[in-house]
Nanobody, 125 residues
Framework: VQLQACGGGLVQAGGSLRLSCAAS????????MGWFRQTPGTEREFVAA????????FYTDSVKGRFTISKDPAKNTLYLQMNSLRPEDTAVYYC???????????????????WGQGTQVTVSS
């Protein structure tokens, strides 16, 4: 197993959670990384990504200003800090590693080939 996500749970609207994704040292250093989420009956939705080189970050509009993606190479861990949570943020969250390529596309799940097992985030109103 190369990616293991954890940190989900039940939180009230307005609260915060931090998701973690343990990765191998090689994966975190060689791949751009992303977070996606999925609710039943829907496609997996892009949430955030961090580029391998330079550390540029990308977010879907609905989470900008509330979520922060980061990585700690010393701990081989990817994070997603989620603040001001809303009921519509409820989903299973997945971390993923992007295929090594020159593609500048970060919000397409098909660009990612290594996936964690998912962690449930539930936000109550």
């Amino acid at each position: 197993v190369q990616l293991q996500a954890c940190g989900g749970g039940l939180v009230q609207a307005g609260g915060s959670l931090r998701l973690s994704c343990a990765a191998s040292r090689r994966t975190l250093s060689s791949r751009s990384m992303g977070w996606f989420r999925q609710t039943p009956g829907t496609e997996r939705e892009f949430v955030a990504a961090v580029r391998r080189l330079g550390g540029a970050t990308f977010y879907t509009d609905s989470v900008k200003g509330r979520f922060t993606i980061s990585k700690d190479p010393a701990k081989n861990t990817l994070y997603l800090q989620m603040n001001s949570l809303r009921p519509e943020d409820t989903a299973v969250y997945y971390c993923a590693a992007k295929r090594p390529s020159t593609s500048g596309v970060y919000d397409d799940q098909h660009e990612y080939d290594i996936w964690g097992q998912g962690t449930q985030v539930t936000v109550s109103s």
